[in-house]
């Protein structure tokens, strides 16, 4: 059994509280708290009917971003138990850590940003969920938003990528020039494990990508495939392929506890203090794990994400975003009541991008045909 980190976990007294105060719940920590809030969020809801990288339209059986998530908070937990860090900690990290994305995955976020930035604003979904828990949530009567932990705020916004003192003005509250805690640290690379793994898993399935493929492109999937053929002869093309898939996920996972741990150890971190003030995160994979993780990356942005398919699909996406953002840019009156009101204290251009960025797909297919296909719509 690997050894912990116990020491490095986040510590309950060091607790920053919430925006507005509350009293402790009689048996849930606080963290707890933060993510029952999430699952129970719209937002969240709305995971569930969101691309992740194949749209519903191909198949029901690949990922959507809800099962992501999901995916995403079972290998979190796993690493986090394993450490003995923070578990419920992570665990609300891990569930909010895409409720900011838009509709149809990256080609949303890309256009949505393209969008804005004709303005010299931008759209980042871990800012976008920031605004998510801090404003749109409306579940509560005594506090816009979640009203969750500072730890839960700092690391939706953190969980990826640092941040120096002053260049996110807006985000200065939350530690700039500081690292965030373990828990938060390894949520990016838990999403890592799961995309890349589901992806292959997805993509095999569409007919995307070949054995002879993945063997070449990846030598950690040629020896387990080689494993499995020899140890499962009379399986299923599809169930030895399942096989590799678990060794691989056993492979970056195993990887990351270990890196981790080889880190910390290297390092001389003594406590959550020493991890926050620390040069660099880590929470990392070792070398063979890394490399493993880099080759999965290469095989799926050539034969998955830049298939002919996919990308007709991202490109149709991307255009029909544009044309929803300028329809309602120039037409604000026909933004629902609830958007409408901040036109009186935002700019247009902002209250457009949160709309939208709220959307499901299939809600956005709906609001597209009826507003810029008219005549699609039945008689």
């Known amino acids: 059994m690997l050894r912990g980190l116990p020491e490095l976990r986040f510590p309950a007294a ?43 339209s191909l198949s029901d059986h690949f990922r959507n971003r809800l099962t992501h998530t999901i995916e995403v908070s079972q290998i979190a937990r796993t690493v986090a138990s394993v450490l003995a860090l923070d578990e419920s900690l992570t665990e609300a990290l891990a569930l909010g850590h895409d409720i900011g994305h838009p509709p149809f995955a990256h080609a949303g976020e890309e256009e949505l940003d393209r969008q804005m930035r004709s303005f010299g604003d931008r759209f980042d979904h871990n800012r976008h969920a920031l605004r998510i828990v801090e404003t749109f949530e409306q579940r509560y009567a005594r506090f816009p938003g979640l009203n969750l932990t500072f730890e839960v705020r700092e690391g939706i916004v953190k969980h990826s990528r640092d941040f120096a003192p002053g260049e996110e003005p807006e985000l200065d509250e939350y530690l700039p020039g500081l690292r965030p805690p373990l828990e938060a640290q390894l949520i990016d690379l838990a999403d890592e494990i799961a995309y890349n793994t589901a992806d ?5 399935s569409a007919g995307l990508l070949s054995l002879d493929d993945a063997c070449a492109a990846a030598p950690a999937f040629a020896d387990f495939w080689e494993q499995a053929e020899t140890q499962f002869p009379g399986a299923t093309l599809r169930q030895r392929f399942q096989e590799v898939l678990r060794r691989l996920v056993d492979l970056l996972v195993s990887g990351l506890l270990e890196g981790t741990l080889d880190a910390a150890a290297s390092s001389h971190v003594r406590s959550c203090d020493d991890v926050r003030a620390f040069p660099s995160r ?21 034969a998955v994400y830049g ?73």
């Open 14 to 56: 060091q607790l920053r509280g919430r925006r507005y105060p509350e009293p402790d719940h009689l048996y849930r920590s606080p963290f707890q708290r933060d993510r029952d809030r999430i699952i129970h969020a719209r937002a969240f809801r709305r995971l569930e009917n969101k691309t992740q990288v194949f749209p519903a």
């Open 200 to 204: 292959l898993d997805d993509g095999f």
């Open 282 to 302: 880590l929470v990392r994979f070792t070398p063979e794990a890394a490399a493993a993780n880099a080759a999965l990356k290469q095989l799926l942005h050539r």
């Open 307 to 379: 298939s002919p398919a996919l990308v007709a699909e991202r490109t149709v996406s991307r255009e029909r975003i544009a044309a929803l953002f300028q329809f309602f840019l120039h037409s604000p009156e026909r933004l629902p009541e609830t958007y409408r009101e901040p036109l009186e204290s935002q700019p247009a251009h902002r209250v457009v991008c949160d709309y939208i960025a709220g959307m499901t797909d299939r809600f956005f297919e709906r609001t597209y045909s009826d507003l810029l296909e008219p005549e699609s719509r039945p008689s």
